[in-house]
Nanobody, 126 residues
Framework: VQLQASGGGLVQAGGSLRVSCAAS????????LGWFRQAPGKEREFVAG????????KYADSVKGRFTISRDNAKNTVSLQMNSLRPEDTAVYYC????????????????????WGQGTQVTVSS
């Protein structure tokens, strides 16, 4: 099982980036999917998630209205569109997959997730 993240980079405050995660060895349609981030010296924190079946999404308060998570089961991918970026969004972003029953809500705890991508750096300059 592999989750390959891509799309990070350097952007000025107010700009946009899109990070994506391609899965192999696992069908993302069977998983809830999430994005987490970890800044230097801080714990990994939940950013956004989408549940397995209905497409219901959940966001951290700090990114609500700015970030959008989406899944494409046909392409076996999950993406995070990040708009109006701020310097405090600077972190390594990780995608993750959580095997759940179809109706389960999105988990915000990293310990709930079964598979993780390698992370992609997002840096927002002021």
């Amino acid at each position: 099982v592999q989750l390959q993240a891509s799309g990070g980079g350097l952007v000025q405050a107010g700009g946009s980036l899109r990070v994506s995660c391609a899965a192999s060895g696992v069908l993302v349609s069977r998983y809830a999917l999430g994005w987490f981030r970890q800044a230097p010296g801080k714990e990994r924190e939940f950013v956004a998630g989408v549940n397995r079946s209905s497409g219901t999404t959940k966001y951290a308060d700090s990114v609500k209205g700015r970030f959008t998570i989406s899944r494409d089961n046909a392409k076996n991918t999950v993406s995070l569109q990040m708009n109006s970026l701020r310097p405090e969004d600077t972190a390594v972003y990780y995608c993750a997959a959580d095997w759940v029953i179809s109706s389960a809500p999105v988990a915000v705890s990293a310990s709930q997730y079964d598979y993780w991508g390698q992370g992609t750096q997002v840096t927002v300059s002021s």
